[in-house]
Each structure stands twice: as structure tokens, then as C-alpha cells.
């Protein structure tokens, strides 16, 4: 199928940086994943993928979490569910 039309997005360096690698790792370019997002969303006849606000538990959370707040370590993951199972 010939391209004949162009989509452009602004973002931020380190979004497109990140997205990069990740998309490089699946082996697929920026475009390709463009393209197969925008198959989806037609596919769909919407988003491909739940979208929803976070309740104030959910926000309060993240919002700790990115301050470093409550957040537990584990040595490896079998440390983790030993934790998780008490």
C-alpha cells in the first residue's frame, strides 16, 4: 500500500527516547508502530486499550510512589513473594 499522507506529533525527547528503545527491542520502527496503532484504532472503532481516570487512592499512590514514599525492596522476586505472602 503506497503512503501519501503524513502525521506529525510533538513530544517530549525523552518520551520519543524511551519509546525508541522500547519499539527497537520488538523490532519495530516509529512508523510501523504509528501504523499499526492507527490499524488498531480503526479495527476497534476506538482506542485498542482501556483509558481511565485514577480514583484518589490510585493518584495518592503514584504520587507517593514518585516521592519514594511507602515503597518496599526485595533481594529477588522469591524475596518478594515471601514478603507479599507474610
Do not use: C, W, Y
Amino acid at each position: 500500500m503506497m503512503r501519501k499522507e503524513t502525521v506529525r506529533a510533538r513530544v517530549t525527547p525523552e518520551l520519543k527516547h524511551d519509546v525508541e528503545h522500547v519499539l527497537h527491542t520488538v523490532g519495530l520502527s516509529m512508523s510501523e508502530a504509528i501504523n499499526l496503532f492507527m490499524a488498531q484504532v480503526r479495527l476497534h472503532q476506538g482506542l485498542p486499550f482501556e483509558v481511565k481516570i485514577p480514583n484518589a487512592t490510585t493518584r495518592k499512590t503514584l504520587e507517593d510512589a514518585d516521592k519514594g514514599l511507602g515503597l518496599h525492596t526485595a533481594k529477588d522476586v522469591d524475596d518478594l513473594f515471601k514478603q507479599l505472602n507474610g
